[in-house]
């Protein structure tokens, strides 16, 4: 199985900074013959299920605000959230979907200072 | 839009089977593969297994040998039934949709599963 690591489990940031979270993948999920990464970064809120925030990495879903922005290849990547906002509190997750099973980070909580 | 609407039974004692179902709204079972996904309370993503539109079907190992999922094209529906639950199958479920080499995109509003005697 894939090993998804992401730091930190949790961190605060105040109001319009920048959040900042990582996730490092036990093997490589990027796929040399297309060059793209099978990285995904999930939005959870309480009480919700999780929703797909950024695909290939870097790729925002439709709908998603451009201050989500999701960059790395191969084992290491990164979620930045510039600007944050109260509505970005939640639990993110990264996830890879290389290979079965897939499977996901063990999530990072973003709070308020 | 796809919407996926979940439902089953919410309280199991130990050695009871886990059985919830999911209905498609929005979209066929064509083209897509359809997961389930549990989180234990307070904690993180667990991928159980999925089905394909054609009916194959992949399990994380962990769970494979107590899980079956299965599809009913004319309601538009897949399931999951998880044999011999103990406390630490007490979760959320969740089923959720894929494309082919795509992430989750479409999740169901999730299911509390909790076992107890």
């Known amino acids: 199985d894939i090993v998804m690591t992401q730091s930190p489990d949790s961190l605060a940031v105040s109001l319009g900074e920048w959040a900042t979270i990582n996730c490092k993948s036990s093997?490589?999920?990027?796929?040399?013959?297309?060059?793209?990464?099978?990285l995904a970064w999930y939005q959870q809120k309480p009480g919700q299920p999780p929703k797909l925030l950024i695909y290939?990495?870097?790729t925002r879903e439709s709908g998603v605000p451009d201050r989500f922005t999701g960059s790395g290849s191969g084992t290491d990547f990164t979620l930045t959230i510039s600007s944050l906002q109260a509505e970005d509190v939640a639990v993110y997750y990264c996830q890879q979907y290389f290979n079965t099973p897939r499977t996901f980070g063990q999530g990072t909580k973003l709070e308020i200072k | 839009q796809v919407q996926l609407q979940q439902w089953g039974a919410g309280l199991l004692k130990p050695s009871q089977t886990v059985s919830l179902t999911c209905a498609v709204y929005?979209?066929?079972?064509?083209?897509?593969?359809w997961s389930w996904i549990r989180q234990p309370p307070g904690k993180g993503l667990e991928w159980i297994g999925e089905i394909s539109h054609t009916g194959g079907t992949n399990f994380n190992p962990s769970l494979k040998s107590r899980v079956t999922i299965s599809l009913d094209t004319s309601k538009n529906q897949f399931s999951l039934r998880l044999l011999f639950v103990t406390a630490a199958d007490t979760a959320v479920y969740y089923c959720?949709?894929?494309?082919?080499?795509?992430?989750?995109?479409?999740w169901g509003q999730g299911t509390l599963v909790t076992v107890s005697s």
């Open positions: 929005g979209g066929s079972l064509s083209g897509s593969y």
């Open positions: 959720a949709r894929r494309k082919a080499a795509a992430p989750f995109d479409h």
């Open positions: 290939w990495a870097s």
């Open positions: 093997q490589s999920v990027l796929y040399s013959s297309n060059n793209k990464n099978y």
